[in-house]
């Protein structure tokens, strides 16, 4: 007994530890202190008057003369739960499993200490993040529901519901880690991407079965909801709250047991210790790289390209930082199509963020992902037309023309033919002209060490710079070039004239928008040619 409440000392001596690190680390980043008081200002005003909504609802619901809980709100609870729980398996997967010298920490304290230690550290930092919507809210509904108990039971409820996701979160993502380094790369995302599929098919069937409420309802991860009502006239069960508070317990338990076996391996067995199970090749073997494109673009450009899409093959945490925004994107894509006035707008929608995906997605931190083959890649022959077309050759010669063939797709079954022809054309000149604006952000705004020393050294990712930056130009450009597509189409008519009219004005903005494309790409190519180590 006493060896194990050591173990859970030292483990949440390490989690305090490791949240005052970030803390420090945050400090010194003005930047995104900046971008998170803008959010936090922003997100205050939204969640002020969500507030109004939650208190008049609670109200109403309080009133009836038999206040249950509806099933939506069930619904609601599971949904966020799987939400959570999927963000912080993501970021077990990528990101924070990993620790820091493994060998001195794990012969200074037990491995259950330091997945302990993880754990705390994990459920911290979602404490500060839940703490300003969930206070907020809060408000809304203790006033809601006339009692002050809700001001005790909704921050252990919220305590109880993040315990759950963190370590189910981060159970799921430490197998994952460890299939996904011992498995080839393809096997791993293949599997994965039939998991997807098949999960968004089961909430198809679901949801055309009209069965989503009544079955979220029912489910253990929806009996947060009773513990959130507890002591408020509205009515909890009282067999859902003790389940919600012993299965909090069993979860924590199972999932830190999981977290940590798997933990282990890859902190002491070697599998992905240097980030990458697979060997490199013999010396003799000599690389190929498209030997397709042989002739028609010299060796040095295509080898460029050729590593930049083996390393991200290879450890797909090169492209992490798009892949949150991306998912938030896809969805927001998704209700967009699934209402009548939305649809009109789908071709844009698409057309915005698969443009901001093809730019972004092998060419933000160029000079941070060469890593420590850098000395020797600006020492070498390799001038920056080389090097900076290399990096973009794959995105160039793969993306713009899906992106151009997706959006062309959707826009003819929207709009007429001038316009889906017009919209199809903006897609790849905007495409081209995000590959172009990222490479400059990336060698203007590089990073070449970790954010956290807890993270993999190998997986460097873009600076915050040069996200915020390359996504607020990159958006703004598209919108105004959607607008010069569509808008004034629709001012102008479709009369002859009109249309001449129109055909032109599209032209000069695309024109525009590719001559601000290909100046960020002379600036990337200038910026590499200048570039010394210091």
Same mark, same amino acid.
């Given at each position: 007994?006493?060896? @194990?409440?050591?173990?859970?000392?030292?483990?949440?001596?390490?989690?305090?530890?490791?949240v005052r &690190?970030?803390?420090?680390?945050?400090?010194? #980043?003005?930047? &995104?202190? /900046?971008?998170?008081?803008?959010?936090?200002?922003?997100?205050?005003?939204?969640?002020?008057?969500?507030? *109004?909504?939650?208190?008049?609802?609670t109200?109403?619901?309080?009133? @009836?003369?038999d206040?249950?809980?509806?099933?939506?709100?069930?619904?609601?609870?599971?949904?966020?739960?799987?939400?959570?729980?999927?963000?912080?398996?993501?970021?077990?997967?990528?990101?924070?499993?990993?620790? #820091?010298?493994?060998?001195?920490?794990?012969?200074?304290?037990?491995?259950?200490?330091?997945t302990?230690?993880?754990?705390?550290?994990?459920?911290?930092?979602?404490?500060?993040?839940?703490?300003?919507?969930?206070?907020?809210?809060?408000?809304?509904?203790?006033?809601?529901?006339?009692?002050?108990?809700?001001?005790?039971?909704?921050?252990?409820?919220?305590?109880?519901?993040?315990?759950?996701?963190?370590c189910?979160?981060?159970?799921?993502?430490?197998?994952?880690?460890?299939?996904?380094?011992?498995? &080839?790369?393809?096997?791993?995302?293949?599997?994965?991407?039939?998991?997807?599929?098949?999960?968004?098919?089961?909430?198809?069937?679901?949801?055309? *079965?009209s069965?989503?409420?009544e079955?979220?309802?029912?489910?253990?991860? +929806?009996?947060?909801? #009773?513990?959130?009502?507890?002591?408020?006239?509205?009515?909890?069960?009282?067999y859902?709250?003790?389940g919600?508070?012993?299965?909090?317990?069993?979860?924590?338990?199972?999932?830190?047991?999981?977290?940590?076996?798997?933990?282990?391996?890859?902190?002491t #067995?070697?599998?992905?210790?240097?980030?990458?199970?697979?060997?490199?090749?013999?010396?003799?073997?000599?690389?190929r790289?498209?030997?397709?494109? @042989?002739?028609?673009?010299?060796?040095?450009?295509?080898?460029?390209?050729?590593?930049?899409?083996?390393?991200?093959?290879r450890?797909?945490t090169?492209?992490?930082?798009?892949?949150?925004?991306l998912?938030?994107?896809?969805?927001?894509?998704?209700? *967009?199509?699934?209402?009548?006035?939305? @649809?009109?707008?789908?071709p844009?929608?698409?057309?915005?963020?698969?443009s901001?995906?093809?730019?972004?997605?092998?060419?933000?931190?160029?000079?941070?992902?060469?890593?420590?083959?850098?000395?020797?890649t600006v020492? +070498?022959?390799?001038d920056?037309?080389?090097?900076v077309?290399?990096?973009?050759?794959?995105?160039?010669?793969?993306?713009?023309? *899906?992106?151009?063939?997706?959006?062309?797709?959707?826009?003819?079954?929207?709009?007429?033919?001038?316009?889906?022809?017009?919209?199809?054309?903006?897609?790849?000149?905007?495409?081209?002209?995000?590959?172009?604006?990222?490479?400059a952000?990336g060698?203007?705004?590089?990073r070449?060490?970790?954010i956290?020393?807890s993270?993999?050294? $190998?997986?460097v990712?873009?600076?915050?710079?040069?996200?915020?930056?390359?996504?607020?130009?990159?958006?703004?450009?598209?919108t105004?070039?959607s607008?010069?597509?569509?808008?004034?189409?629709?001012?102008?008519?479709?009369? /002859?004239?009109?249309?001449?009219?129109?055909a032109?004005?599209?032209?000069?903005?695309?024109?525009?928008?590719?001559?601000?494309?290909?100046?960020?790409?002379?600036?990337?190519? &200038?910026?590499? $040619?200048?570039?010394t180590?210091e």
């Open positions: 007994m006493i060896r @194990r409440l050591r173990t859970l000392a030292h483990g949440l001596r390490i989690g305090r530890t490791e &690190r970030d803390w420090r680390t945050f400090k010194r #980043d003005r930047i &995104r202190l /900046a971008l998170l008081a803008g959010a936090g200002l922003f997100g205050t005003l939204y969640l002020g008057l969500m507030t *109004l909504v939650v208190q008049s609802r109200a109403e619901l309080a009133a @009836r003369a206040p249950s809980l509806p099933p939506i709100v069930g619904l609601l609870v599971t949904l966020l739960w799987l939400s959570s729980t999927a963000l912080f398996g993501q970021r077990a997967a990528i990101r924070t499993v990993d620790i #820091d010298n493994p060998a001195l920490l794990l012969t200074s304290v037990r491995p259950s200490a330091v302990i230690g993880v754990l705390v550290a994990e459920e911290l930092r979602a404490l500060a993040f839940a703490a300003l919507p969930v206070g907020i809210l809060g408000v809304g509904f203790v006033t809601g529901a006339d009692t002050a108990v809700p001001i005790a039971t909704v921050p252990v409820a919220t305590v109880l519901f993040l315990t759950s996701s963190v189910c979160g981060y159970a799921v993502g430490a197998v994952v880690a460890v299939l996904s380094r011992r498995a &080839r790369w393809k096997t791993a995302h293949v599997a994965g991407g039939l998991g997807l599929l098949g999960a968004i098919a089961a909430a198809g069937v679901m949801a055309k *079965l069965t989503t409420l079955l979220a309802a029912r489910l253990p991860t +929806s009996w947060y909801a #009773d513990l959130f009502v507890v002591g408020t006239p509205i009515a909890a069960s009282p859902r709250v003790v919600a508070v012993l299965g909090t317990l069993v979860v924590a338990l199972a999932g830190g047991s999981v977290t940590e076996r798997f933990a282990m391996q890859l902190w #067995d070697g599998v992905g210790m240097d980030g990458d199970v697979r060997r490199s090749p013999a010396t003799s073997e000599q690389p790289p498209f030997a397709r494109l @042989r002739g028609r673009i010299d060796r040095p450009t295509r080898y460029v390209a050729w590593r930049s899409v083996q390393r991200a093959k450890d797909l090169r492209v992490s930082h798009l892949g949150l925004p998912l938030v994107g896809v969805w927001l894509v998704v209700d *967009l199509a699934q209402t009548s006035a939305g @649809r009109s707008l789908l844009i929608a698409v057309g915005l963020l698969g901001w995906f093809v730019g972004g997605c092998l060419t933000l931190n160029p000079l941070g992902d060469d890593g420590a083959a850098l000395p020797a020492a +070498s022959p390799v920056g037309h080389q090097f077309g290399g990096t973009a050759l794959m995105s160039a010669i793969v993306g713009v023309p *899906l992106l151009v063939a997706t959006v062309g797709a959707v826009s003819a079954a929207t709009y007429a033919l001038p316009i889906a022809v017009g919209l199809a054309l903006w897609a790849g000149v905007h495409g081209s002209a995000a590959i172009g604006i990222a490479l952000l060698m203007q705004f590089p070449f060490g970790a956290r020393v993270r993999r050294r $190998n997986v990712p873009p600076s915050l710079s040069a996200i915020a930056i390359y996504s607020m130009v990159v958006l703004s450009l598209g105004l070039g607008g010069a597509v569509v808008g004034s189409r629709l001012l102008l008519g479709d009369s /002859a004239v009109s249309t001449i009219g129109w032109a004005s599209v032209l000069v903005w695309l024109a525009l928008e590719g001559g601000v494309g290909y100046g960020c790409y002379r600036a990337a190519m &200038r910026r590499f $040619n200048q570039y180590l």
